[in-house]
């Protein structure tokens, strides 16, 4: 089965940037685009009834695929109007999608971004990638030279599925990926005779660093000869190290654990850092 590319629209500047995001990326894998919009029958217009609100919300979306449609005429496009939820509609539209599509609910200096407690539902509930997009985002964002930045920690494993979604993305894009690890120096008691061991074969913590982020890439530079790689080890946590190379970005991919917690399902502090604070599209990736 074909999964397309679905895009949540809800009329905002946000949703549409995202709209227009999902229609490029549908068009760049050749892929269908969905577009899901969920609402609610709102009684307090008591002089509009359900079939006069459903129409309204009806004809602002066609009035949005529309739009799509005049700068991407090759592009498949199917518009479901669900009445929910907006979470759980865009949870399940999730489930059916290569990757889900979202607006990001605007940017401060002091705040930055304000994700919303939909879109942080949506992103720790679901197993497939989301990507979240701000409403100044634009196509000259993707130019050449703009690179796709993906976070990698642990063992190969462990980031395997954000590197794949980085390295599809950029061999679409002819883009660069620019592989980061952060590290930071353990407490004296977390050493043991094996780490040790490990430490000293490797010359020290940074080119051990180095080495697992070599390690991680290989199978990846393997299977996409054609893709650029910059690999930048740096001191510091994860979420700004990520940050400090977010200007060069036309995509942040980070990893998320997608193993429900005690307290339920979380985005972690790194994809929460990012997404509040990286001006660039972000795609969160779930994984085991």
């Known amino acids: 089965m074909t999964?397309?590319?679905t895009a949540g629209v809800d009329g905002t500047q946000e949703s549409l940037a995202a709209l227009d995001w999902a229609a490029r990326e549908a068009v760049r894998r050749e892929l269908p685009l969905r577009?899901?919009?969920?609402?609610?029958?709102?009684e307090a217009l008591a002089t509009a009834d359900w079939d006069?609100?459903?129409?309204?919300?009806?004809e602002g979306l066609r009035e949005s695929v529309r739009a799509v449609l005049g700068r991407h005429p090759e592009l498949r496009v199917d518009v479901d109007l669900l009445?929910?939820?907006?979470?759980?509609a865009l949870t399940d539209a999730a489930a059916k999608s290569?990757?889900?599509?979202?607006?990001?609910?605007g940017h401060g200096a002091v705040m930055g971004f304000l994700l919303g407690s939909v879109g942080?539902?949506?992103?720790?509930?679901?197993?497939r990638p989301v990507v979240l997009v701000r409403a100044g985002d634009r196509p000259a964002a993707e130019a050449a030279g703009r690179e796709v930045v993906v976070g990698q920690h642990g063992g190969p494993e462990d980031s395997a599925a954000a590197?794949?979604?980085?390295?599809?993305?950029?061999?679409?894009?002819?883009?660069?990926?620019r592989a980061v690890r952060a590290w930071t120096l353990p407490p004296v008691f977390a050493y043991s005779p094996g780490s040790l061991k490990l430490l000293d074969e490797a010359g020290g913590l940074e080119p051990y660093e180095k080495k697992?982020?070599?390690?991680?890439?290989?199978?990846w530079r393997e299977r996409f000869p054609e893709v650029p790689v910059a690999e930048h080890v740096e001191m510091g946590s994860a979420g700004q190290v990520l940050l400090s190379v977010a200007g060069r970005a036309q995509l942040m991919v980070v990893g998320r654990r997608a193993r429900r917690g005690a307290v339920g399902a979380r985005i972690g502090s790194v994809a929460h850092g990012v997404l509040h604070h990286a001006e660039c599209p972000v795609a969160v990736v779930p994984h085991e």
Do not use: C, K, M, N
Request: no cysteine; charged share 20%.
């Open 83 to 88: 009445e929910g939820g907006a979470a759980d």
């Open 163 to 177: 590197l794949r979604f980085a390295f599809e993305t950029a061999a679409q894009r002819g883009a660069t990926v």
């Open 120 to 127: 942080r539902q949506v992103i720790a509930e679901t197993a």
């Open 98 to 105: 290569e990757l889900l599509v979202l607006g990001s609910r």
């Open 3 to 5: 999964r397309p590319i």
């Open 52 to 58: 006069t609100q459903h129409g309204w919300v009806s």
């Open 212 to 219: 697992a982020l070599a390690d991680a890439l290989r199978p």
């Open 35 to 42: 577009v899901v919009h969920a609402w609610h029958y709102a």
